[in-house]
């Protein structure tokens, strides 16, 4: 009768081993497939211009993402060859790593989703392959993967175009305005028409320096804002700008709202634009809306000797900007050197 239980236990063992063995044959395959999706997500970001072109990263001054795809290779390589201990160090090293990318961008609030993507079939390489025979050499290579990851990962979140956040403000002048409209607002529509040569006159004159700071209160501004920014992201010209915005107020006017038929309408007025990631820019504009408690449209902040000045509807905003007028600075009479004769 015991030898019946000792061979019924034997069986059973065997059976699982089996079943073991079959699965870790499927795992391999899962692991190659996942690992090929990674990299296709890693090759998608080395060429995506979009939503994560501001986020970057590098260990050894080697760019994550080509860390990344040779990661990935490593794992197929391993896959295939069966080294599940190599394979496990591997996939512990890569926890730790994503562990502190995780925690980097929560520091920064600044999320990239094929980043995050990447990660997560790390997460879910890992516990495919886990071995809980080997946990202290899973914990071990994690830990240690994240110290030194640490030590020599550079990153940034500094946006690519230019090293800097692209923000819709012209002029040199020391008096700051910021003129918040939306362009289905028709009290904002109404007074462009008499604001537009006021504002040319005081940046000609440098009088102030001016952001636009357009509003989304309406259903689709923030497509309308959108593509204010990517046409001066093609051409950073006040003179562009202000074409950009009555082109924009003539499509809101005919009521678009379609993505691709105010594309069209764009390029049929002769605007080219240059599409990227404006999140850096909407923050910025977003901080200026709160900062200056912006409630309706249109409004204009003005800043001057240390005071800021708020003015709503636009025969007060037109008003207030003539007056800056005076502020222009005086040309020298002709003939004059500033010395007594």
């Not at 920064?108 to 990660?119: E, K, Q, R, S, V």
Request: proline content about 4%.
């Amino acid at each position: 009768m015991g030898k019946v239980v000792e061979l019924n236990r034997e069986d059973n063992q065997n059976v699982c081993r089996f079943v073991w063995a079959r699965m870790r044959s499927k795992n391999y395959i899962t692991n190659i497939l996942l690992a090929c999706i990674a990299v296709a997500l890693e090759v998608y970001y080395s060429i995506c211009g979009g939503s994560c072109s501001y986020l970057k990263g590098d260990l050894l001054r080697i760019p994550l993402q080509y860390i990344g795809i040779a990661y990935m290779a490593c794992i197929v390589f391993f896959s295939i060859l069966k080294w599940d201990r190599l394979l496990l160090v591997l996939l512990s090293a890569g926890v730790g790593i994503e562990i502190y990318l995780i925690g980097f961008q929560i520091w920064h609030n600044t999320y990239c989703p094929y980043c995050l993507a990447f990660g997560g079939i790390i997460f879910l390489l890992f516990l495919l392959n886990i071995d809980r025979n080997r946990k202290k050499l899973s914990v071990i290579s994690m830990g240690l993967a994240l110290i030194l990851f640490s030590i020599f990962f550079e990153g940034s979140v500094t946006p690519s175009y230019a090293g800097e956040v692209l923000v819709p403000t012209f002029g040199e002048g020391k008096v700051k305005v910021r003129l918040y409209t939306d362009y289905f607002c028709p009290p904002c529509r109404a007074m462009e028409q008499d604001l537009e040569p006021v504002i040319i006159e005081l940046i000609k004159n440098k009088v102030i320096n001016i952001t636009f700071a357009d509003t989304p209160f309406y259903k689709s501004s923030s497509l309308y804002v959108r593509y204010f920014l990517y046409a001066i992201q093609e051409k950073k010209d006040f003179t562009h700008a202000l074409k950009v915005r009555n082109t924009l107020i003539e499509a809101a006017k005919t009521n678009i709202e379609d993505k691709e038929k105010l594309e069209a309408f764009l390029r049929e007025k002769g605007i080219t634009f240059k599409p990227f990631d404006p999140k850096p820019a909407f923050d910025i504009l977003s901080g200026y809306m709160k900062e200056d408690q912006i409630k309706a449209t249109p409004t204009c902040v003005i800043e001057m000797d240390g005071n800021k000045n708020t003015y709503v509807g636009g025969t007060d905003i037109i008003n207030a900007l003539k007056g800056l007028k005076q502020e222009q600075p005086k040309k020298p009479k002709s003939g004059a050197t500033g010395e007594k004769q």
